[in-house]
C-alpha cells in the first residue's frame, strides 16, 4: 500500500469521491480544515483529536437523519426526530447533568431514584413511594374545576389559590372549603369568624379557644376567658360553664350548679325546683335554717300543718321509692324514706325525725339510731347483705376466733373473700392459708393471681401465677407511647422483655467500634456494706456510665433534698450488645490471622 498525499481537492457539486479501499487509512494533519457545504458520509470514522462543527453544522444520525446535534449560534441543540431519545449507562451506574463549575443540576440513578438540585442541593428527589421536596414548592393558582394540587385519579379534588391571601379546597370539582384573613368557612366562599360553617355540625368534641372579641349577635356558644363557655340567646348570656361549674343566668357559679335567682324565700323555703345561695362559702350555722345553700323542694302551704315534700322514683306504673319531708307543727320537718315492697305494700324503712332521731324499721324512733329487727344472728354477729333466704355479702366476727371476715355467699357456696388477723394484722384475700396478702383468682384454689408475704422460708415472696402453661404475660410495662415492656412465662421459663421492634427505632448503625469501648469497663471484685461476707463480680455504676450510658440510672453522688443519698443503679443486660459486638470484632480478628 503506498502513500499518496493530497493538498487540496476540489470536486463539483453533486460529484462523489471515493478515496481509498478497505483498510485503507486517510489521516488529516492537525491544523488542516476540511471544509464541507454539503455532506460528509463515513463508513467509520477513528480520531485522536477534535471534530469541530460550526454554527447550524449538524452530527446527523440515522439513515433518515433521525437524530440532529449541532450548535444554532446561541443554543447547543439535540433534535430527535424518530423515536425515543434514551441515554443509557452501565449497570449500578448514573446519568448527571452538570454546570459549569462541576455542579450537580440533576441525577439520574440506575433503576432508583431522579434527584434534581439548586445551588449543588438536591430539592426533588424520587423514592420508591413518590417524592421529598426541601424547601418551598411554588405553583400557579389553579381553580375549583382544576386545583393545582390535586390527586392523579381524581384531578378536581384538590387545594388551589382562590385569589391573593387565599387558600380553597374542592371536591369534586366545587369549592367546599376556604381559608382567608378572617378564618375558615366551609361551605361558604365568605368566612365571617374565625370558623364559620354553613350547615350542620356533627362531632365527638369541640374545642373553642379563648375570645378577646365580643361574640356576634344572635344565638351562640363562645369562651370568653379561659375555661368558660357562655351561651347566649337574643345576644344574651343565659348560661357559663366553668372549671367550678354550671351557672344559670349567674356568671361566676360557685358550686357545681348555680342558679342566678338567689331569693332565700325567708327560711330558705320558696316555691323552687331548684335555688342555690349566692354565697356557699358562708359558715354553716345549723341556729340560721337560712345559712347554707341549695336545691330548694319547696311547699307551698303555709299553715301549721303541712303536707309532704320530697322526691318520687316511680318505676313503670307500680314502683314507687321516695324521699320525702313532713311536717306536724311550724318551722319544723323530717325525713322519711319510703319503698313498696312485696304484696304492693308501700312502707317506711327508715326516718330522720325533726330532732335527727334515726329509726330503721320503725316511724318513731326514740334513740340516735334505732334499729327494729335481727341485726345478729345466734352463732356469729354478722352486717348482711342478703338475696332471698341467702346471705350474699356479710361482714362477720366468728364466736370462735374473733377475726373479721369478709364473707360472700353465691349460688349457695360460702366461702371467705378476705380475712384480718386480729393478733397479727395479716390481711388475707382469697383465704389462703399462711399468706400475708393473697389475691385469688377463684375461690376454689388451683392458682393465685398474687400472693405476697406467704409464710415458710420455702415460699415465694411475691407470687404471680395462673394454672396454664403457655406463654402468658405475667406484667405488663406501659406510658405514654404504648407498651414498652413485659414478664412473660412459658412452660419452664420467664423472659423479661424490653421494646425492640424495627418499627420503634431509627438511625441503626451496625458499623462501630465496640472492642475499644469494652476496654473500657472495668469488672471488679466487691462485697456490699450490708453483706460483708459475700463477695461478687460487678461493676461500679459511675465507672460504666460513661461507656454504656444507658446500663445507669442515677447520678454519682446524688442526694435527696434531706441530704441521704440517692443510690445508683445498673441494668447489666445492657451491657449484651457490646459484649456480643466485641465478640464479633475478635472471631473476625482471629479469621484474618487464621487465614493469612
Not at 345553700?293 to 321516695?322: E, F, M, P, Q
Not at 356469729?380 to 341467702?390: A, D
Not at 447520678?555 to 445508683?568: F, L, M, S
Not at 443503679?569 to 459486638?581: E, F, M, N
Amino acid at each position: 500500500m503506498s502513500e499518496v498525499k493530497v493538498n487540496k481537492l476540489s470536486p463539483r457539486s453533486g460529484t462523489t469521491v471515493t478515496l481509498g479501499d478497505s483498510g485503507d487509512t486517510f489521516t488529516i494533519p492537525s491544523g488542516v480544515t476540511l471544509s464541507n457545504a454539503g455532506t460528509i458520509t463515513t463508513g467509520g470514522l477513528t480520531t485522536t483529536g477534535n471534530i469541530s462543527f460550526g454554527d447550524n453544522d449538524k452530527a446527523i444520525f440515522g439513515t433518515g437523519s433521525d437524530l440532529d446535534i449541532f450548535h444554532n449560534g446561541t443554543n447547543s441543540i439535540i433534535e430527535n426526530k424518530t423515536g425515543d431519545l434514551i441515554l443509557r449507562t452501565p449497570d449500578a451506574e448514573s446519568i448527571f447533568l452538570r454546570d459549569a463549575g462541576g455542579n450537580n443540576l440533576a441525577q439520574f440513578n440506575d433503576n432508583s431514584g431522579v434527584n434534581l438540585y439548586h445551588n449543588a442541593s438536591v430539592k426533588i428527589a424520587t423514592t420508591s413511594t413518590g417524592a421529598l421536596v426541601t424547601g418551598r414548592l411554588s405553583t400557579s393558582a389553579g381553580n375549583a374545576s382544576e386545583p393545582n394540587f390535586n390527586f392523579s385519579a381524581d384531578g378536581n379534588t384538590g387545594i388551589f389559590r382562590a385569589s391573593e391571601d387565599v387558600i380553597a379546597f374542592s371536591n369534586n370539582g366545587s369549592e367546599t372549603m376556604r381559608l382567608n384573613s378572617t378564618g375558615l368557612g366551609i361551605f361558604t366562599s365568605s368566612p365571617s369568624e374565625r370558623l364559620h360553617v354553613n350547615g350542620h355540625i356533627k362531632g365527638n368534641s369541640l374545642n373553642i379557644p379563648n375570645s378577646t372579641t365580643s361574640p356576634p349577635s344572635g344565638d351562640t356558644i363562645h369562651k370568653p376567658t379561659s375555661n368558660t363557655i357562655a351561651f347566649r340567646t337574643n345576644s344574651t348570656e343565659r348560661m357559663r360553664l366553668t372549671d367550678t361549674g354550671l351557672g344559670i343566668n349567674v356568671t361566676s357559679p360557685n358550686t357545681f350548679l348555680t342558679v342566678g335567682d338567689t331569693n332565700s324565700g325567708g327560711q330558705g323555703v320558696t316555691n323552687k325546683t331548684a335555688l342555690f345561695s349566692s354565697d356557699v362559702s358562708t359558715e354553716y350555722n345549723a341556729a340560721n335554717n337560712g345559712s347554707y345553700g341549695g336545691i330548694t323542694l319547696a311547699n307551698s302551704d303555709n299553715t301549721s300543718t303541712r303536707t309532704s315534700v320530697g322526691i318520687n322514683l316511680v318505676h313503670g306504673t307500680s314502683g314507687v321509692a321516695a324521699v320525702q319531708s313532713t311536717s306536724t307543727t311550724s318551722q319544723r320537718a323530717d325525713l322519711r324514706f319510703i319503698t313498696r315492697g312485696a304484696g304492693d305494700v308501700v312502707g317506711q324503712r327508715m326516718t330522720i325525725d325533726n330532732d335527727g332521731l334515726v329509726g330503721i324499721g320503725t316511724t318513731s324512733p326514740s334513740a340516735l339510731l334505732d334499729l327494729a329487727g335481727q341485726f345478729s344472728d345466734s352463732v356469729n354477729t354478722n352486717l348482711s347483705l342478703e338475696m332471698g333466704n341467702r346471705w350474699g355479702f356479710r361482714v362477720s366476727t366468728s364466736a370462735n376466733d374473733e377475726d373479721l371476715h369478709l364473707d360472700a355467699n353465691l349460688s349457695g357456696t360460702p366461702f371467705t373473700c378476705m380475712t384480718w388477723d386480729k393478733v397479727n394484722g395479716n390481711v388475707k384475700i382469697g383465704a389462703v392459708s399462711g399468706a400475708t396478702f393473697t389475691v385469688r383468682v377463684t375461690p376454689s384454689a388451683g392458682a393465685w393471681g398474687i400472693d405476697a408475704g406467704t409464710d415458710g422460708s420455702s415460699y415465694s415472696r411475691i407470687r404471680i401465677s395462673s394454672s396454664g402453661t403457655g406463654t402468658q404475660t405475667k406484667m405488663a410495662f406501659f406510658n405514654t407511647n404504648g407498651e414498652v415492656g413485659s414478664i412473660t412465662t412459658a412452660g419452664t421459663s420467664t423472659a423479661f422483655n424490653t421494646s425492640s421492634d424495627y418499627r420503634l427505632k431509627e438511625n441503626v448503625s451496625y458499623d462501630f467500634d465496640a472492642t475499644t469501648r469494652l476496654k473500657q469497663l472495668k469488672p471488679a471484685r466487691f462485697n456490699f456494706i450490708a453483706d460483708a461476707d459475700t463477695t461478687v463480680d460487678g461493676f461500679i455504676a459511675h465507672e460504666v456510665s460513661s461507656v454504656v450510658p444507658e446500663a445507669i440510672t442515677g447520678t454519682k453522688d446524688a442526694v435527696d433534698e434531706d441530704g441521704n443519698p440517692k443510690y445508683q443503679g445498673i441494668d447489666q443486660s445492657k451491657l449484651v450488645p457490646l459484649l456480643v459486638k466485641t465478640i464479633q470484632e475478635l472471631e473476625a480478628r482471629i479469621t484474618t490471622l487464621e487465614n493469612a
